[in-house]
DNA sequence: ACATTATCTGGACGGCGTACAGGAGCGTTC
DNA sequence: GAACGCTCCTGTACGCCGTCCAGATAATGT
């Protein structure tokens, strides 16, 4: 401590830090959900002005893309390091790590799926993802495809999870979720949707997570299978009238 | 026409229908991005004062539920109803039809994810796919449990696509958003990033939907070795954070 | 000491969702 | 047919939001 820092800036000295600001912004997201996360907000737990927030960020945009930043910054890499391990396991683990990280900030997720994730840290974990599945002995483009699948599956399924359960503030216990969802399925008219409903009689023994690692292993499965038999992809009728929209144009 | 509807109520007769709201309500959200869609806008699109629409939906949640309502029931299920197609070409039939079918509204997909889908015509969705893979031998549980899977793929890869083009309007073509998309990635640098800079010279040769259909065949197979050998969940070490932090209470 | 520059403030603008009160249209009931 | 009562739409307003502008203040470079 009571290292003199430079100073560089000419004018007064700085009441916050940009840390503060994401530290503040994080709170107001765990305790009110995502519009409690607001630049008012922000500025009155730090105690200044609300305008003086875009002195440290530009606009709101950039406040959200440091606290996603933040977020994935604090996953924990030493889970799914070890390569000596199966790669099915260090692929497990980190999305175990990352499901448990993210859960614990349930109004951040829109936030991270709201925007691209395209920050240092973000390009930091696709990277090790990536090296992972290289280790795994796939080729670059299906490590590529793989890594894909694989964000897609853990992001959009904590994405769901918590959609489910969209109000604000920490997200309840796994077991008291699971009643929940047992409750307003069970709820759905098993005259017109009977295999809905049958399903969330099935389904309410399950605990999310297991459910969560079902699907998980079913890709895993998949992705190991591909690797053993390379097949080209098959005849497939690509109809994406996305793109045969402005067609024939230019 | 001309068949005089029968009149309950015992006002004045509507100036609009809920259907001309939504339809006011899907126009903006095309056009100008999720934020367009405000109950301000569709008021004024229609033409009445923005506080009319509260006579049709009690707010603006309410609004984008119908939306979502509208949007899922739009989903044609013919292209997956014929039962004697092999069970893993009919769900590749319906994860195309719904890619294509939402990817022409992407400003609705943030609407979708934002909150539980349990509309009737997204439950009927779900039937028909537990349907499709009962036909297919999977038993309730699995069924369940492999739904639920598809439909984080499904609508998880179509809301990361959208993040990453996340200006409002329609989706630019497929050609146009894979360039954009090589450029943003090559731009990476590639000494901190090496792999990630790899798999961005790899895949873009790849059409999105080519991608698309990658990670589906990979479930598709980890689903089917499931049904071919269904052996129990491995041992798994659970660490789900969000369950143990409220354990010991009660 | 002076000029320069970064920082924070008060105030304001336009937009949002939405509540309240009032007036006008229309079926119901005497 | 006239009065009633319900329904719809409007004007207005409140409190919130993100963000900009002008001004005061504090620190640095010269």
Chains 1, 2 share one sequence.
Do not use: C
């Amino acid at each position: 401590m009571s290292v003199s820092e430079i100073r560089r800036r000419r004018g007064p000295r700085r009441a916050l830090t940009e840390d503060e600001i994401l530290d503040a912004a994080l709170d107001l997201l765990d305790e009110g959900g995502a519009d409690a996360a607001s630049i008012r907000g922000i500025a009155a737990r730090v105690g200044v002005a609300p305008n003086a927030v875009y002195t440290y960020f530009p606009d709101k945009a950039a406040v959200v893309r440091g606290l996603v930043e933040r977020l994935l910054g604090g996953v924990d890499h030493d889970v799914f390091a070890d390569r000596a391990r199966p790669w099915h396991e260090r692929v497990e683990a980190l999305a175990l790590e990352l499901r448990a990280h993210l859960s614990a900030h349930p109004g951040a997720v829109p936030l991270m799926i709201g925007g691209p994730m395209d920050g240092p840290h973000a390009l930091t974990l696709n990277e090790r993802l990536l090296q992972l599945l290289a280790d795994a002995g796939l080729g670059p483009a299906d490590a590529a495809r793989a890594s894909y699948l694989l964000i897609v599956y853990v992001f959009g399924s904590i994405a769901l999870e918590v959609a489910d359960t969209s109000r604000p503030g920490p997200l309840p216990p796994e077991a008291e979720r699971v009643a929940a969802r047992k409750a307003a399925f069970s709820a759905t008219p098993a005259d017109d949707f009977p295999r809905s409903a049958e399903a969330a009689a099935t389904m309410a023994g399950y605990v999310s997570t297991e459910q969560y690692l079902w699907g998980l292993h079913r890709i895993l499965g998949g992705i190991a299978a591909r690797e053993a038999t390379p097949e080209e992809l098959g005849p497939v009728d690509l109809r994406d009238r996305t793109g045969l929209r402005e067609a024939h144009s230019a």
